[in-house]
């Protein structure tokens, strides 16, 4: 029962949508209504409001990093298996991509995916960032670097992860990410991605 219990609340801490709360604090428009739709760091930072991005960033990486941390913290007080820490890793992503607070329309999850990474293996978190930022920097294009620190992130994992089962998340975690950018991936092979800052009409 605590099992499904800590999937269940996992999945209602990602479900906490930054980009729409700091949003909406700053008396901002929301952020699905402008430049991609997406309520990431991202698009927010589209509007022009740095502070609102980084905030936005921040949020939704330590959700991901709260939500995976209680579950470890309590994992022997409750009974919990290394499994399902891994299922709760999965839940707060899903929960950020898919938002029952939100109506179900999330983000595209790096910022997450990189706070739950960080629970399960620090290092493994700081490498994928470390990706992204090398990506980041050179090429500028924000979709770009996350997909790159995305593919290597299973691979990184399976070398520093205490747990296969954590290690296998990871792949999971991966593959929802990389599906979450499908029309990033297809505006690359085109050409009109666009740069990290770019400003953004209304859509």
């Known amino acids: 029962m605590f099992n ?15 980009a729409v709360i700091v949003s909406k604090y700053y008396g901002m428009d929301d952020p699905r209504t402008y430049g991609s739709g997406n309520p990431g760091a991202t698009n927010v930072l589209r509007s022009g409001k740095k502070k609102a991005a980084a905030l936005t960033l921040l ?4 959700k991901g990093l709260v939500a995976v941390i209680l579950a470890r913290c309590l994992q022997d007080t409750l009974n919990l298996s290394d499994a399902t ?5 999965i839940a707060a992503l899903v929960g950020h991509m898919w938002p029952i607070f939100f ?3 999330g983000g595209k999850g790096v910022a997450t995916a990189l706070g739950v990474l960080l ?3 620090p290092a493994t978190a700081l490498l994928c960032a470390l990706v992204w930022l090398v990506m980041a920097f050179g090429f500028k294009v924000s979709s770009l670097a996350a997909l790159v620190a995305t ?5 990184f994992a399976f070398f520093m ?27 690359l092979i085109q050409g009109k991605e666009s740069k990290i800052g770019d400003k953004a009409g209304k859509s």
């Open 161 to 187: 992860m205490p747990h296969a089962s954590w290690a296998w998340a990871t792949v999971f975690i991966a593959a929802l990410v990389l599906y979450r950018h499908k029309s990033n991936i297809q505006n």
């Open 119 to 121: 629970a399960l293996s």
């Open 85 to 89: 820490i891994a299922l709760v890793a």
């Open 151 to 155: 593919v290597c992130a299973p691979i």
């Open 103 to 105: 109506n179900f329309k």
């Open 59 to 62: 949020g939704d990486a330590v």
């Open 4 to 18: 499904v219990l800590a999937i269940i609340a996992a999945y209602l801490i990602g479900s906490l949508s930054f």
